[in-house]
């Protein structure tokens, strides 16, 4: 072989094996020492691109769910603090409950409205006060709010709640007091062949209609105008339910004169041979009914001879009342018969049904005059007195006929339509508060009902809204923290080091380095053979 002395190839290329042992050993130990395995781009340009991008997801699912706990505090105050309101709405209901009991005087009914406003007040500061970081929740300026959870853009859960304030919760409220008609005359028609006939605000022709929010619900056609059929065919509707939307009827009548007697039979003769026989009967239709619930027959009435003489029918206000009572228990007919203080007769049906009553004469006469003076005024709120004059065999009627009152009721604003249906005398839809409750009467603590009841069913809507955004939120947190977790850990598995591997590797590159070390000493003594030649 050459023998040279100024160029060692063999401690040259030795040397070179050191400095890149010597490399892979550095860079060993430092994945040792910061357990990342991609120290520098060069380490692994792809791996280096894949990792950094995982710990972009991984951060941003990170940051994600730290947004959505402050969504879910913000939330949870929310919620607490609607339920307050909830909590105070039921002490209101409770009270105009109380305040419908006509067993309260005045000033008791007062003391429940003083009560009842200071509730208000507290609901109305509530909603008006609540809030996080300085942001209102309750007094509906939190609408349209986004929590942004994921990673890329647009993904995000939008927040809504509505006003819970007491200027905002109430019902919109269409009410309708009931009218009365009466026959005016005693008429030789049956009273209901004649309602149909004439009568077209308390009787459904096949025209007429009654219509919520689109929705037909006034019964069936050919028969009286009930209001308890209208709001049982609104509070049955699925479609009305759905929309928050329900009815209540009720029919009190209290008679619009003291009683003294129900009729009064005036006899005429015209000579000794004259004569006359008078069958009186009250007959009694409750609801849409087509035909008598039941009936109350007077003492058959007989008149001879001539000259003028008179005779009055039910006279007795108390008698009338249990007769009326034991005939609609027996019947099961849905109707009580009380008195007023004023010794005023009362009529209440159970479900607001209508109260129709129709007094029916059966005259024979011969040779004589009969008159009759029917107090349907004394029967029936809003009817007035008939008298008729009878001098043939005939059967005559006169009739009245009340309808209940109705009042419909809904969270959100509703409409109604009808044709041919006045006799339930129903207003246009009417927004009203809380503000606007007053229990001072019978009449506007039922209302106060409705409001209540359509504000207690806003609140826990908005209640359950929040409360399901709350666990929609708390699942997006759980998936994601998921998410995170297995993100962090395929970007381990790129960027950092994996011991095992890595140390063995050390341990080769040391020995590498060792060797190296060893026969670069074996490479830098070559020349010294030189001398041997020179000897």
């Known amino acids: 072989m050459a023998v040279k002395i100024n160029f060692n190839e063999a401690a040259a290329q030795t040397h070179t094996a050191l400095i890149r042992n010597e490399r892979l050993m550095n860079k060993s130990l430092l994945r040792l020492s910061t357990g990342v395995r991609i120290l520098n781009a060069s380490d692994d340009s792809a791996g280096l691109f894949i990792a950094d991008m995982l710990g972009t997801v991984a951060a941003a699912l990170e940051q994600g769910n730290r947004n959505i706990q402050t969504g879910i505090s913000a939330l949870q105050i929310a919620e607490a603090n609607a339920g307050q309101i909830y909590t105070k709405l039921q002490e209101i209901y409770v009270r105009a409950q109380n305040a419908a009991n006509d067993i309260n005087d005045p000033n008791a009914r007062n003391a429940l409205q003083r009560e009842i406003m200071n509730f208000v007040d507290a609901i109305q500061k509530i909603g008006t006060d609540t809030e996080y970081n300085g942001i209102k929740l309750l007094d509906g300026s939190f609408t349209g709010k986004t929590i942004h959870y994921g990673v890329r853009m647009n993904q995000v859960v939008t927040l809504n709640i509505s006003s819970l304030k007491a200027e905002d919760l109430g019902a919109y409220i269409a009410q309708g007091t009931g009218k009365t008609k009466d026959s005016g005359t005693t008429s030789t028609t049956n009273p209901f062949s004649n309602w149909a006939q004439s009568e077209d605000d308390i009787y459904i022709g096949s025209n007429d209609y009654f219509k919520v929010n689109g929705i037909q619900v006034q019964g069936e056609a050919s028969k009286l105008v009930d209001a308890y059929i209208i709001a049982n065919n609104i509070n049955k509707n699925d479609t009305l339910k759905s929309l928050g939307i329900e009815a209540s009827a009720n029919n009190t009548s209290i008679a619009e004169t003291a009683f ?9 003769g015209t000579d000794e041979n004259s004569s006359a026989t008078v ?26 001879g001539t000259g003028t003489s008179s005779q009055d029918v039910f006279t007795d206000l108390d008698d009338l009342i249990t007769k009326i009572n034991t005939q609609a228990s027996n019947a099961n007919a849905p109707v009580v018969a009380s008195k007023s203080a004023d010794g005023k007769l009362v009529l209440k049906t159970t479900n607001g049904e209508t109260i129709a009553i129709s007094a029916k004469l059966e005259v024979t006469v011969n040779g004589a005059t009969i008159n009759a003076t029917i107090n349907l005024d004394q029967l029936l709120e809003g009817a007035s007195s008939v008298t008729g004059t009878i001098d043939a065999t005939t059967t005559q009627y006169a009739h009245a006929v009340k309808v209940g009152n109705l009042t419909i009721g809904g969270v959100d604003n509703f409409t109604v339509e009808q044709s041919g249906m006045g ?26 009902l409705m409001i209540v009841t359509k504000a207690l069913q806003k609140t826990d809507t908005i209640r359950a809204q929040i409360g399901a955004t709350m666990n929609n939120l708390q699942a997006i947190f759980d998936t994601q923290k998921t998410a995170y977790d297995n993100t962090k850990e395929a970007e381990s598995v790129i960027r950092n080091t994996d011991y095992a ?6 341990v080769s590159y040391q020995i590498r380095m060792q060797a190296t070390i060893a026969m670069l000493a074996q490479a830098n003594t070559l020349p010294q053979l030189v001398l041997q030649l020179m000897r």
């Open 279 to 304: 069958n009186f009967q009250l007959d009694f239709y409750i609801g849409n009914a087509t035909s008598p619930k039941f009936s109350i027959e007077a003492t058959q009435i007989t008149f001879s």
């Open 423 to 448: 006799g339930l005398g129903i207003s246009d839809v009417e927004r009203k508060n809380l503000y606007s409750i007053n229990v001072t009467t019978n009449t506007g603590a039922e209302t106060a």
């Open 260 to 268: 003294s007697k129900v009729a009064a039979i005036t006899y005429s």
């Open 501 to 506: 591997s890595e140390m063995s590797n050390f």
